[in-house]
């Protein structure tokens, strides 16, 4: 079984994306106490931004967290949800708004 040129190239694409954004993926929650390296607004926006991706490899990985355990409290908390409602909100507010562009369709004897 061999693939076409089309093909070939759209799987190694694929491979390519997912070897990319598998990088960005959260390391692991080391044990800190209150040290300066502890996660705050910034470090929760960004693993809000890439937790589903996150997700996917901590199926694969128990030393891999979505969630900051260990962190600086309400601002961390406040950009992980930040991050979270950009990810999941985005797609549904483009749903809403190509429905509202497509053309209605007039109802016969109307």
Not at 28 to 48: D, E, H, I, Y
Not at 53 to 73: C, E, K, M, P, Q
Request: aromatic share 10%; hydrophobic share 50%; net charge positive.
């Amino acid at each position: 079984m061999t693939l076409r040129g089309s093909t070939a190239t759209a799987v190694v694409l694929a491979v390519a994306v997912l070897l990319l954004v598998g990088a960005c993926a959260a390391d692991a929650n080391p044990s800190v106490s209150s040290s300066p390296g502890v996660p705050g607004f910034w470090l929760g926006l960004w693993q809000g931004l890439i937790s589903p991706i996150t997700f996917l490899v901590s199926l694969f990985r128990d030393d891999v967290g979505i969630y900051a355990v260990r962190n600086s409290g309400a601002w961390y908390d406040f950009g992980f949800m930040l991050g979270v409602s950009i990810i999941f909100g985005g797609s549904a507010r483009s749903g809403a708004a190509a429905s509202r562009a497509a053309p209605r369709r007039r109802r016969p004897g109307s």
